[in-house]
């Protein structure tokens, strides 16, 4: 740990002569960032690229590494800071926390109704999505965040504010200044984004960890973690829905106040709506039943709230719960179906995954066939059987999950699962480690790691080769054409063409793909490497430190472990990776092939500077997030409306409203084969 750190926690240090100048820079840099990370994580419209973000960090990080004086505690580089604890302190609430009545029908909702209009006449509600995560208080002073807390029994709980300030989303120090808001509270809540759930759950399965049952869990785990770095990896988010009582007389309702949190810097929860009656309730909770799905986060019902202070006081609480607000919950999907099978995967690292494959079942908009069951220990504990009938649900409304076995249509006969002791893919020996709850195959070139790990390196994160699906690895591999990831670099089309269901015209876009391939930036190439440890946020850490291949190669462990968000494991696994001839071979091939080796976005050309670019509809070549990485690093940037102020709008397939507006501005419009000339791009 840097001494700048360790000195930070205290507060802010005591100025001194002769650091004036980096002081009033270190200054402007901070509220620069502040303003970016604002515009970047509660507005959703970054206007700098995440290289141009690094730089501004790097710069800040540079200077107040030389001048430790001029660091502050609310610096952007001071997110975790400190030694992990050895445990949380308690903390009394000023206002309870409370909890609210749950209702499951629109029946419920209506006598609610009823109730609140034997004291308000014409009540007017927030209905406001309600966020399945953990709830957090968050305390400001002096306009800084000074204290996070979690619920625990309503009056007191952990004091967590180290976890809390790794949350990106939450502001260290307030945007705007207001008196009325130099002192205050809000509560929201934390959750981990259904992506990162998915991602940490896969990460987890592959090291032989024990997965987390869903993203609410993940985020209660994560905040229980005394290590803050350990937290900020996990990639927790928050979203704000309260102030337990208005810092300011002349905001009188929370609609009002809502607006104030969002300007300050605070992410409150979106498609919150004022809304009068209890019908237009209805309808908005029917409409997100199953909008929701589509959200980065889970949302487990909608909290209809009286939005006029003045309302709530007159109706008041119950010991347990407020009287002027209500949670109505939406009906948990579920279904059961027969497993019929119990197969064993072997993935990447070799870790062997019980996988059950199921009677077909349609839950949550899509049919499923397959769950995992992610180790024998949890095969054990819910004594899943093949022939069993099985609840499941999908986790993060992404991974199908066996919740329990339905006993009572249980069959006789059936018999508990028993792990194999050869791998199912090349017989060698299944072993587990004493520590690890996962078997794994002993052979390094069992024959599905190797495929594991060209999917991995194939994949969206990493390289994106498009076309490199599992049944032409599956070929490639069983065929012994390629037995590693630099072989790929070697394909040509006539090869490729031979293979099963690839026609020439697929093996000439494969092969195009490959060569595309080779421009990723090389923060893709290390995460795609598969170096274990290494995901694609230390990947790109690392790069932002040594910047080139050879660099991290030749640093020392504990330089590695010395750059804050890594740590001693990721150095380690580094060191062995490098310590294996075959792996450095590997590398050498890559650069030879002609993959980046280095960061080169440094001083990359940038035409398409000061161009406000939104995307609508879908593109083929590129999701979402590429074009918009795309656009940033060549200058441009990217809002999510169009406005007069708008450059273009890029129109993919079924592009909605924002092209009609576009059209009626008479804002340039984009096709994707246009834009795709304007980027100078051939594929
Ligand atoms: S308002 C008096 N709004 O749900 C409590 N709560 O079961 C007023 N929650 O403890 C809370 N999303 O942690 C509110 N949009 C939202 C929410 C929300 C999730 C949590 C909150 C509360 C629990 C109540």
Redesign the pocket.
């Known amino acids: 740990m840097p001494a700048s750190r360790t000195k930070a926690r205290g507060g802010p240090s005591p100025s001194r002569g002769g650091s004036g100048r980096y002081r009033k820079e270190a200054e402007r840099l901070r509220s620069k960032i502040n303003e970016h990370n604002y515009r970047y994580y509660v507005l959703a419209q970054p206007e700098i690229s995440d290289y141009e973000y690094d730089q501004l960090l790097r710069r800040l990080q540079q200077l107040e590494e030389q001048h430790p004086e001029i660091v502050t505690r609310d610096s952007p580089t001071q997110r975790v800071g400190g030694e992990p604890l050895r445990e949380f302190e308690s903390v009394a609430h000023k206002a309870p ?4 009545d ?1 209702t499951y029908s629109y029946d419920e909702l209506r006598e609610f109704d009823a109730r609140i209009r034997k004291t308000v006449q014409q009540p007017v509600y927030l209905a ?6 953990v ?1 957090v208080s968050l305390t400001y002073e002096g306009h800084r965040l000074v204290q996070g807390a979690t ?1 625990g029994d309503g009056v007191r709980g952990d004091d967590i504010t180290l976890n809390i300030r790794t949350v990106k989303s939450i502001p260290l120090i307030l945007r705007k200044k207001p008196k009325a808001f130099s002192r205050f509270e809000v ?1 929201g ?1 934390v959750y981990l984004p259904r992506a990162r759930f998915a991602a940490i759950n896969h990460e987890r399965e592959e090291e032989g960890l024990p997965v987390f049952a869903n993203p609410r869990n993940a985020a209660a785990g994560t905040l229980k973690l005394l290590d803050p770095a350990m937290v900020q990896k996990r990639g927790l988010d928050c979203l704000i ?2 102030v337990p009582r208005s810092p300011d007389a002349r905001l009188g309702t929370d609609w009002d106040i809502l607006r104030v949190l969002t300007e300050l810097g605070f992410r409150t ?1 979106p498609e919150t709506r004022r809304l009068d009656g209890i019908d237009a309730v209805i309808d908005h909770c029917e409409k997100w039943a199953s909008r929701r799905r589509d959200l980065g986060f889970d949302v487990d019902g909608m ?1 209809v ?1 009286l939005d006029r202070f003045a309302d709530r006081d007159e109706l008041g609480m119950t010991a347990k ?2 009287r002027w ?1 209500v ?1 109505y919950k939406y009906p948990p999907e579920q279904a059961e179906t027969v497993v019929r099978q119990i197969k064993v995967n072997v993935g990447r690292t070799g870790t062997a995954t019980p996988v059950a494959e199921m009677d077909p079942v349609f839950i949550s908009g899509t049919t499923v066939t397959h769950a995992s069951l992610h180790n024998i220990d949890e095969i054990g504990r819910k004594d899943i059987r093949r022939g069993d009938t099985v609840l499941i649900h999908k986790a993060g409304e992404i991974i199908p999950q066996v919740l329990k076995v339905v006993k009572k249509k249980r069959k006789r006969g059936t018999r508990r699962f028993k792990m194999p002791s050869e791998c199912p893919v090349c017989g060698a020996r299944l072993f587990r480690e004493a520590d690890e709850v996962a078997w794994r195959c002993v052979n390094a070139s069992c024959p599905a790691m190797v495929k594991g790990r060209l999917l991995h390196f194939a994949g969206r994160g990493a390289l994106d080769i498009e076309g490199l699906g599992e049944k032409l690895v599956d070929q490639l591999v069983d065929q012994g054409i390629v037995t590693n990831l630099a072989d790929l670099y070697a394909l040509t089309a006539e090869q490729l063409s031979a293979l099963d269901r690839m026609g020439q015209k697929s093996a000439e876009n494969l092969v195009a793909a490959l060569e595309a391939s080779k421009q990723r930036p090389f923060h893709r190439l290390l995460y795609g490497l598969g170096i274990r440890h290494v995901g694609s946020h230390v990947a790109r850490v690392l790069v932002q430190r040594f910047g080139s291949m050879d660099k991290i190669r030749s640093a020392d462990p504990d330089e590695v472990a010395a750059v804050p968000g890594i740590g001693s494991a990721v150095a380690e696994s580094v060191r062995n990776f490098f310590a294996d001839r075959e792996n450095v071979e590997l590398v050498e091939r890559l650069a030879a092939s002609g993959l980046q080796m280095e960061d080169k976005s440094a001083g990359g050309p940038k035409p398409l500077l000061g161009k406000k670019f939104v995307l609508t509809g879908a593109l083929k070549a590129w999701t979402r997030e590429q074009a918009s990485e795309l656009i940033l690093s060549l200058g441009g940037t990217v809002s999510s409306s169009v406005s007069k102020k708008t450059d273009y709008v890029v129109a993919g397939e079924a592009a909605g409203s924002k092209l009609d507006r576009a059209k009626s501005l008479g804002v340039k419009v984009l096709s994707e084969a246009e834009f795709r000339a304007l980027v100078g791009q051939r594929v």
Do not use: F, Q, W, Y
């Open positions: 926390m409370l909890s609210l749950n406001e999505l309600k966020i399945d995560g709830a619920r509560r809540e829905h309260t929860v909290v709230k719960s407020p607000a949670a």
